[in-house]
Every structure is written in structure tokens, then in C-alpha cells.
């Protein structure tokens, strides 16, 4: 059990009194962390911020105990400009360490891999944690990245210009011919400051960066930001709007599954399932817009609750969409599980084991493909998610099949999920009015989007206006598992293995 | 006179015609409309018209191949006889000479490809150079057979072997240089299952990714040149396939414009149902297709 003078344990999408959250000095919280995160505590969010006292950092940890359905909160203090590094002994902090070295000048000591994460300028002007001179523009993907020596042995650089449209990252491969010894991924390109901008933002307009923050990720980004104004305000919403929330959520979930298969589907040739999945993507999209307008959900959710109603004319409409929806989907991809040169293609590529799964503190489909029972929706729900459970989807091969085989799985439970929500809409309003903001109040916001777990926290000051606002997208912590994957891999199936992980550039930039 | 004339027109005008047929196919499979079946003509007229961006880092050899890899797919077209008909030029041992056109097309390209220096370039020219190690030998199996088979040394005698004999003992194995000259025909006009030709991805691509720098009317001639070649050797494997003949001139044209049209068909569908093969599979297929046909060698001298 949780030592209270330790740890100060809370739940999804509540708002805590910063006294309350115990302080400790560094080697303590780091003796703490290191000790919870051996016995199975994931870390959710790590995070420094400037809004103490000036000349030192305050770091806060989230710790998530999904066995309990708890969270753990703790914090503490970094005075000087370095501090000894906790990644050597548990590695799912390993870019946690590099963002704090990056946004506040600070080097964290011991880290074996120490390099900017989005290359961008200290926040702390005149602490560098690269003494990089100040003022000059720093280049994203610069610098120098892991090199395996030898006669043969030739390196690979790809992007940050692609041939297809995708997002912008630079990929560097250690190869011997076919075979990949290493791949390096330098991120960064795409990053625009919207941690900052939430701070320094009134709040609803917060909500719109919240929603382009990783554009294929609105609804969920959105909910989460939303459950976090409304933990700070006290808003407590109605059971319509969490209803309505969770439709949304799900039917962004349902769209990119379907699309990721048929990427999938796409990368090795594999024609019918690529062109069907495409258009039945569009048809998900589009159920979205019955709902709110828009095909990506923008508008759909507001802090209280929700920006749109269903009637009964729309949720028979969707209902219908849901059928045909389903059917089709159906079709498609049981024609590329069964497809012999498929299954082939997938299975025992790109294995990513549940041990290491655990180390990099893996999230989403990637977790659940190694067997890792780890699902905010049900390790700590909140919403919905806490009256209705979801059955979980897991599978235990690790491989780009798994991956693939668990999308295919949560596409069947999530229509189940929506049609359930429909014929039972809980009565009443969508909107419940929200305060304003508790001062010296933390909250964590967790949400299972449908890359895995977006974490959003935030931390307000003394006239209750956000002083920090931290956001961790599912991409943050899956980059490094898909570089694991990729060791001892033919180069050909890169582009396999990346749309297995399907990760966010912009999410993980920010 | 007539016979040649044909000869020329088909082989230089039909080729992209295949493409779009294969094309249309695929759509149809995926419940697509897809482009109009005229589409690489379309492709090749705006090319033509296109400038060229060349690299500073390129020597000759980077404009020169595509236009020796043309040139040397049209003279190996020159050498194989179309349906029942002669071949423009025929000499003894001109199998020889065709297998080393489409090989001096193969060592310009992928010169060309090292000659830019970029990583992927230097992949797919390994690629592409390690599967032709495998796809030559078939191909000279497959010859063999028929050679055997006709006891001549000429193209177009050699593969009108199945036609002139057309005997119980032979079809066997042409059944078997049939199945091998198909994988042939796929690896070496890199389709599905060997390489895809629709790929963005520059990491998986063979054939593609060796032409990447080229651009307006260089990459125009490659495109117009990668489709004779499917021709050609759609037009080789078409002798074993259907060694029929009706005997009057007009109506075996029309036969064998049908049978190639055929053929495009039967690539799109099998591009339509399968998956490309990972990379490290490739050359199982085609040690395959050397089986085929060394088994077809072995069937007709045991």
C-alpha cells in the first residue's frame, strides 16, 4: 500500500491541493521512484516546472498504479544546473530526463543517452544543458547520432522528407546490407510550442490547441484536456455527456484502427483491403460528422460536457452507419487475416516482448500486442469507462500480426461499445456549468486514445490561471519501442513495422 | 514485309497499353475505377514535355542509361518472333545476344542508380543486381528446353518449338517452363510478389527506387522502356502458353493481341490477390523458377 507521507495517491480526472502532494528532497524522490517503478508503477508524466520559488526547478511525478486504479503523485526539487540521472536504473524515464535537461538547462547526470528531444531552445535563457550558445537557431535532427563500426557496415538516413505524405522525422540506420543493427529516431520538427501556449492562453481557446495538438488524436486530446479544466473547476458532468464523449472517442478509435490496417495492408501489396479499408475509414469519419459536423471531431467536446446532442433521427442514422459500417469492415479485413502471403508477411516481424514492453513503459496496442494488460480505460477509468467495461484486447506474439490482430480486435469491441451507448442514451443535459479554476490545485487527466495513453496535467497558481500545462502523447513513450523492434530486422520492413506502431510526429513534438 | 511492319508498330506502340490493362485490373479487384486504361500514354506525352533536374554529383552515365536500357529492350524485341510470325532479325545463337540486351539494360540502370550516390539508390541496385543472379539462369533453363526441343539455336525458331511439335512427351515440361517464365516474367518487370511498382516507399522499393533521381523525359523513357520489356517477355512466355495458330495473317494478329491482353490481366489478378513477398523471400521464388525449368530440361533429355 501507498505510504501517504510518501506518495500521495489520487485518481483519473481529479484535482489535488499542491500542499497535499508530499515533498521530498532529490535523493529520496529518486530512491522512491526507482523502488515503485521496480514493484510495477509505470510512469504517466514527469515533469519539471519554474513556478516555485525562482533559482531552482520543482519536478512532479505521476506514477500510475494500474493494479489499484490509483495515481501517484510526488514531487521535489533540483537546485544547480544538473542532477543525478534516474534513466541507468529504470529506463521508461530515459526522454522524461531529456525533456527536463532540454526545457530547463538542467543535465541530468549518468544519462547514458543524452541528446535534445525536439531541439528547441531552453526555457530557462542562460542554462543549457548542451552550453549551446544562446540566441542561435538550434537544427532540428543535429548532432551526433549511434554509429556501429565496421568494414561493412553502412548507414542509412531517411527523412525528414518523405516520399509519401507523412509527417516529418529523421531515421538513421546502422545496416549491413539488409540487416539493421540499429535505428536512431531524431524528432522535433514539428514542434510549436504548445505546452507554453496552453499556459499562456485563455483557457477556451486552450482547448483548440488541445484539439490540433496531434490531428488524428482530436477527440481524445480533447477529452483529456476537458477532464482536466473540469477537475481543476469542480464541474461535475452529466452522464449524457460522458456518454456522447465516450461515442466520440471510440468512433476515433474505430476510424484509425481501420485506416491502420489498411496502411498495413497497403505497405506489403496487398491490394483489396487497402482500397476497401480506405474508403470504410472515410465511412467512420463521417459517422463523426453526423455527430458533431466534423469528420475529425473538432467542436465535439467542450469543458462540461459536449458542444452537440443527438436526437433519435441521428442516432438511427448512425445506427444504420454502425451496420453497414461493421459489415464492410468486416469483409475487408477477415479477407487479409486469411490471406496466406499476409499472414506471412506479419507474423514474427518486428517483435516487441513484454519484458521490454515494460521497461520503455510501452502504452496502446503496442502493450497489448505483447500480452501487457494495460488499457487507461480499464487500469483507471474515468467517464463511461467507469459504469460500462470494455472488454480488454490482447494478444500475446509481440509481432506486427499481434499489433495488427489487436486493432482488429478493439474495432469488433468498440462497435459493440457504441451500439450499446446508442440504444441506451442516458436522458438529460450535455452541458454542466464550469467555475472557475481552484488555485494551487494539480490535476492528472488520462485518457485511452487510440494510440494508448494521452496524459495531460496541470498545475495552477495562486489566481488559479494554469502555471504549467504537461501533456505526454502515446507516441512519447512508443518511439523507443519501435526502435527496439526494428534491431535485427531486413531494412525493407521498415515501413511495415512503423505502420504497425502508426506513431505520432506531432504528438510526440508538440 | 507486312509480318515486320506489325512487328515494329506492335512492339513500339502496344506496350503501355499492358500497363494499363494490369492497372485497370487491380482497380477492378480493389472496387476501384482507376485510371483510364490509356493513362502511361497520358504519362509519357507530359514527361516528354517535362524538364530534367540533374544532379552536379552525376556523370554521363546517369542520362545515358535510360537511353541505352531502351535501346537495348527494343533490339532484344527486335529478336523474339511475336504469335506464328518471324522475328525482324534472326541469326543463330541470337538468344545469347537477347538474355545480354536485357542484361546491358540492367548494368546501365543500376549504374545510373550508383552514379547519384544516394543510400536507397545503392539498395535497390543491390537488390536489383542480386535477383537478376537468380532470374538469369531461368531464363537460360527455359531456353534451353526449348532449344532442346527444336534443335535450333534461333529465337524464332526455338520458340516456335511448342507450336511445331505439340507432342505428348513435351508437355510436361512446358508446363513447368510455363510456371517458371511467369515467375520470370513478374521478377523481372518487378511486380507483386517480387517488388511493387505503386510503393511510396522508398525503403522496400527495387526497380523504383533505382530511378528516383530521374525526372521529365529520362524518367520517361525508363517508364516507356519497363514497358516494352514486360511486352517482350509476355510475348516469349505467350509461345508456351498458347502455341496456337489459325493460319490466316490477320486473324493471328488479332489472336495475339488478344493473348497479351490476356496475359496483363492474369498479372493484375495475381497482384490483386497476394501480398509482396518480404525481401529475404525473393530469392526462394526465384530458385523456384530455376527449378521449373531445369526440371523441364531434365523431363524432355531423360
Redesign the interface.
Known sequence: MTNPSEMLATINGQAVALEQIPRHDLATFQRIVLRETAHGQRVASYFGTASGNPGGIDVFMVLANDANSELNLLSSRIEGDSFPAMTPDCNQLHLFEREIAEQYGLRPEGHPWLKPVRYQASWRPGHDAWNRPEGQPIIPGSGDFYRVEGDEI?????GPVH??IIEPGHFRFQCH??HVYHLEIALGYQHRGIEQAMVSQPVKRALHYAETLAGDTTIGHATAHCQLIEALSGCKKTVRAQSLRSIALELERLANHIGDLGAL?G??????T???CG?IRGDFLNMTAVLCGNRFGRGMLRPGGTGYDLDAARINDLRTRLDQGEKDAANAIELFFD?P??L??LEG?GILPAEICHTLGIVGPAARAAGLQRDVRHDQPSGIYRFVQLPLSTWDSADVFARAYVRWLEIRHSIAFIREQLQALPAGSIQAPTGPLKPGHLAVSLIEGWRGELCHVALTGEQGRIQRYKITDPSFHNWAGLAYAMRDQ???????LNKSFNLSYCGHDL | MFNIFIHLVLLLVMPPLLLGVINKTKALFAGRKGPPVLQLYFDLIKLARKGVVISQTTTWIFVGAPVITLVGIVMAGFLVPLGPFHAPVAFTGDLILFAYLLAIGRFFTTAAALDTGSAFEGMGAAREVTFACLSEPALFFALLVLAKMSGSLVLSDLLHAPLAVGSQGAAASLVLVAIGMFILLLAENSRIPVDDPNTHLELTMIHEVMVLDHSGPLLGLILYGASIKLFVLSAVLLHILFPFQSGSVPLDWGLFIVEMLVVAVGVGVVESVMARLQMRHVPYLLVAAILFCAFGFVLLVR
Open positions: 553502412h548507414e542509412v538516413a531517411v516520399a509519401g546490407g539488409e495492408s505497405d506489403i501489396g496487398f491490394l483489396p487497402a482500397a476497401y474508403r490471406a502471403s499476409v506471412a508477411r516481424k531486413q531494412i525493407s520492413d521498415f515501413p511495415l
